[in-house]
């Protein structure tokens, strides 16, 4: 049916594909499995039009074809439900489903009757009960997802991707969800299906390929398979099942030492009654696939969103900031790993970077000379090592380490409490995240507490005394001392533990 | 009745009605306190369809607008456009001594076919929409300025009285041919190509994915709106009796306002054709209304004043607009960006 080979691309730098290929043969459902930025999403949507192979060929029923546009995707049979969506939010949920193949009548309108009963039939197939004529933006995100997958459907494609169509639905709409596909599956339909819960291959796909760093490095059987070869092949590490909720070392750390202590914080649809503890001196790392919940806690320590259910104490005492300058001032303070947009100003000098965080103590009208932040600055420079050409250019002449360095710094100089940093070394080189890391173990010592999200399994448990892994808003996990290996975090990632494995085989 | 109010207010052209209703209330009440004697005769109707034989041209040109703002365009130099199609109308019958049907017919579409142009620059060459509209305002003012340098020219006496007719002793018309290209909407609105304007307004990346030819449609909207706006052209013709290289510029800028007040959101993929006439409407009848109200004050105002207190009020219903509507409250942000950087159908390439 579908064949993939030597299928490359690049963006700028990143290469995302390497050589990678993929086949699907008719009525099969294929799992196309690996771990964040491996490049499924990109690989699939070669497929769907939407990115350009830098090379390789695609042949489509043993035609060689060449897809440029979601039009030409569409002409050839392939529809897809996208991990970020299709829909157009302004629209109502019939005008989305027949996009592009609206039904007319006379005169070339648009037959409303028929669109109706269209989309009523994939709405009813997928058993989601919503008003087709309600504007998209104004559904819950489950249900978009679940019109997304109908829109695709509704093309009655030969070929039916899913990128991580499946992560926002609730449980009963994935049942839903997998009775269609068996059906399509019995009409000779072949589908993609792209996840990462492990549960799910086993339950519905035929076969799965395995992308690791933009190359396919495996493919084969789903019943020739374990559970832990395929998590080896995605992350080269073989999961090591005996993680727990519990860290062992609890009883190492004593209660007055106790700094931030969360009980039961609830996000709806983000959070699920998490628990959440740090000592003092200590590095805690969160880990995990992306968007299991990690930004969102953060976010909510930091009172930067709502949490509906749940207990903050900070320092002994119940908190509820009412902002985040709040938090602030309660000697927090936070790193964001999206330099461009949350930390640094790039037009303001050097010195006034390494300033910021410092101007927001003391008095709005407060005299304040440019000695006073010149010195400090040289200070500052001197101490974490920044590689600047003068204190007086722009922050944005500095390489992506530095600043980054730039805006660890600013925050170190006020020596909080608590630094919360939100994978601060995402694009930052080697050796400047090694510097990054001495200057927080140094902080550390001097009895500073961080908190350190990271997608980069290798660097969490470098430098972390203990790991949190959320899974699913959930901690899946929790390893500390010995217990920090790579093949542990892994299966916590996975969400190869205790009740959340249970979740994932049911 | 319940439901019949509350879809208007859920409806995108709610503020716009508002804007329109309480402009239209400032006009009769000044039209009363002036001139109460003749208020409730003829007259009053008469000087109130007068509004539309002068405004045809630029309520037409906002008609044109707006099919583009709804992609998510805007079109400033849609101005100088119609006064294209004016000095040509003038001119062709001059030059050529060919019938003014020939001529006006010919207009039409040479109108159609550089707003086309226009259209291929900015959707095939990916030129963002204000850059392509700005250096267009120059080339056509230069055509127009080299068709006619000055303006003048001669239209036939019956063009003009055709058009100021009243058929049945009502309808001018002007709003004859308003109400037809309003049809023309009605009948659009209901066909897949205005759901794909929408969709590629909305969101011209998922547009895409979901196999729109965006590029075409904009190609189709553009030559749509070059329609309007040489219908705008030739009325402007038939009503002045003159052809005038420049006087169309302001339009531009005008009808994009009156888009924006009557609720279409500048990032595009919300608002109907009715924002855009409630918009132009309430403009419309401010800027006459203005003139009026500083004739009953003590004291000599130029149209400077004029000018200035009716584009006041205009902007204070644009902030107004923007922060009441939470559509354009959301999207102005947006809307702006793709203005300057022009759409993302294909970036992820
Ligand atoms: N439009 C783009 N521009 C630049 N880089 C990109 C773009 N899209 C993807 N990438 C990069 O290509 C790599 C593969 O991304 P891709 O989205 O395919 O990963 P993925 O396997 O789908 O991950 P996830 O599980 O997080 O969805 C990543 O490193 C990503 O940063
Ligand atoms: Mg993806």
């Given at each position: ?52 192979p ?16 979601g ?33 007319t ?10 669109a109706r009963?269209?989309?009523e ?137 106790l700094l ?37 806690f953060i ?11 749940g ?18 001032a ?99 080189d080697i ?6 890391h ?65 979740g994932?085989?049911? | ?97 060919m019938p003014i049907?020939a ?21 095939y ?86 196999g ?119 999207t ?18």
């Amino acid at each position: 049916m579908l064949k993939m080979t030597d299928i490359s691309k690049n963006f700028d730098a990143v290469k995302a594909l390497s050589h990678a290929s993929l086949s699907v043969k008719p009525g099969e459902i294929m799992a196309l499995l690996g771990s964040n930025g491996s490049g499924k999403s990109t690989m699939v949507k070669i497929l769907s039009g939407l990115v350009n192979p830098s090379g390789g060929t695609i042949e489509i029923e043993g035609k060689a074809v060449q897809i440029r546009s979601g039009a030409d995707a569409r002409r050839l049979g392939v529809a897809m439900a996208y991990q970020d969506l299709s829909l157009v939010p302004a629209m109502s949920v019939v005008d989305n489903i027949t996009l592009g193949m609206e039904p007319t009548g006379r005169f070339g309108r648009i037959d409303k009757k028929a669109a109706r009963e269209k989309a009523e039939k994939y709405l009813r197939l997928l058993k989601v009960d919503v008003d087709p004529a309600t504007l998209v933006q104004y559904l819950m995100p489950s249900t978009q997802s679940m019109v997304e997958i109908a829109k695709a459907m509704a093309t009655e494609p030969k070929l039916l991707i899913l990128d991580e169509a499946t992560a926002s639905l609730h449980s009963d709409e994935v049942d839903a969800l997998f009775e269609v596909l068996k059906v399509l599956k019995e009409k000779g339909t072949s589908v993609i299906i792209v996840t990462h819960r492990m549960g799910e291959i086993f339950r519905i796909c035929d076969r799965c390929t395995i992308l690791k760093g933009g190359e396919t490095v495996a493919c084969g059987e789903i019943k020739d398979m374990e559970l832990d070869d395929i998590v080896f092949h995605m992350t080269g590490k073989r999961p090591d099942h005996s993680v727990t909720e519990e860290a062992a070392q609890d009883h190492l750390y004593k209660e007055e030492d106790l700094l931030l202590d969360v009980k039961g914080i609830c996000i709806p649809g983000k959070l699920d009654q998490v628990d959440f503890k740090t000592y003092r001196g200590e590095i805690v790392g969160i880990g995990g696939l992306d968007g299991q919940g990690q930004a969102e806690f953060i976010r909510a320590v930091l009172a930067d969103g709502k949490y509906t259910e749940g207990l903050i104490r900070f320092k002994g005492r119940e908190v509820h900031y009412r902002s985040t300058a709040d938090a602030v001032a309660d000697n927090m303070g936070f790193i964001s790993g999206d330099r461009a947009r949350e930390s640094i100003f790039p037009i303001r000098s050097v010195a006034e970077n390494l300033f910021a965080a410092k101007a927001t103590k003391g008095g709005l009208f407060a005299p304040l000379s440019a000695r006073t932040i010149q010195e400090f600055a040289n200070k500052a420079i001197k101490d974490y090592g920044i590689v600047a050409g003068s204190t007086s250019h722009p922050a944005s002449s500095l390489s992506g380490g530095n600043q980054q360095k730039l805006v660890v710094g600013r925050w170190i100089a006020l020596s909080p409490d608590l630094l919360l940093l939100d994978d601060p070394t995402k694009g930052v080189d080697i050796h400047s995240r090694h510097e990054i890391h001495e200057i927080l173990r140094q902080c550390v010592k001097n009895g500073m507490s961080i908190i350190y999200v990271s997608s980069d399994n290798e660097e969490l448990l470098e430098i972390s005394d203990r790991v949190y892994v959320f899974y699913e808003g959930k901690i899946s996990g929790q390893l500390a001392g010995e217990d920090r290996t790579e093949e542990k975090l892994v299966a916590a990632m996975m969400g190869l533990t205790g009740s959340a494995e249970k979740g994932a085989k049911e | 009745m319940r439901e019949a109010f509350k879809r208007i207010k859920k409806s995108p052209a709610y503020s716009g009605l508002i804007l329109f209703l309480a402009a239209l209330a400032l006009y009769f009440a000044l039209q009363l306190i002036q001139d109460p004697e003749s208020f409730f005769t003829f007259k009053t109707y008469r000087s109130f369809a007068g509004l539309f034989k002068n405004y045809a041209p630029l309520i037409l040109v906002t008609m044109g607008q707006a099919l583009l703002m709804l992609m998510g365009i805007i079109d400033i130099s849609i101005g100088v456009q119609l006064s294209f199609a004016n000095v040509l109308a003038v001119m062709l019958p001059e030059w050529t001594g060919m019938p003014i049907a020939a001529a006006w017919a010919l207009t039409l579409c040479a109108s159609v076919l550089l707003n086309t142009i226009n259209g291929l620059v900015v959707s095939y060459l990916r030129i963002p929409p204000l850059l392509a509209g700005y250096a267009m305002i120059y080339i056509v003012k230069g055509i127009n300025l080299a068709i006619r340098s000055a303006p003048g020219g001669k239209v036939p006496a019956e063009i003009n009285l055709f058009y100021d007719k009243m058929w049945g002793g009502v309808l001018p018309t002007s709003v004859i041919i308003i109400t037809l290209c309003y049809l023309g909407w009605a009948f659009l609105v209901r066909t897949p190509l205005m759901k794909h304007v929408y969709a590629i307004g909305g969101n011209e990346r998922n547009a895409f994915a979901t196999g729109i030819d965006s590029a075409r449609t904009k190609v189709k909207m553009y030559a749509l709106a070059g329609l309007l706006t040489g219908i705008g052209g030739l009325c402007y013709t038939a009503a002045y009796s003159t052809g005038n290289p420049i006087t169309g510029e302001i339009y531009g800028l005008q009808s994009i306002s009156a888009c924006i007040l009557g609720g279409i959101s500048l990032a595009g993929g919300w608002g109907t054709m009715s924002c855009a006439l409630f918009g132009i409407g309430f403009q419309v009848l401010i800027q006459t209304a203005v003139p009026r109200i500083f004739s009953m004050l003590p004291g000599n105002y130029n149209t400077y004043w004029h000018n200035l207190a009716s584009d006041a009020i205009i902007l204070i219903g644009l902030i107004g607009t923007i922060f009441a509507v939470k559509a354009q409250r959301t999207t102005l942000v947006t809307g702006l960006k793709k203005q300057v950087k022009g759409g993302g159908a294909k970036d992820e390439r």
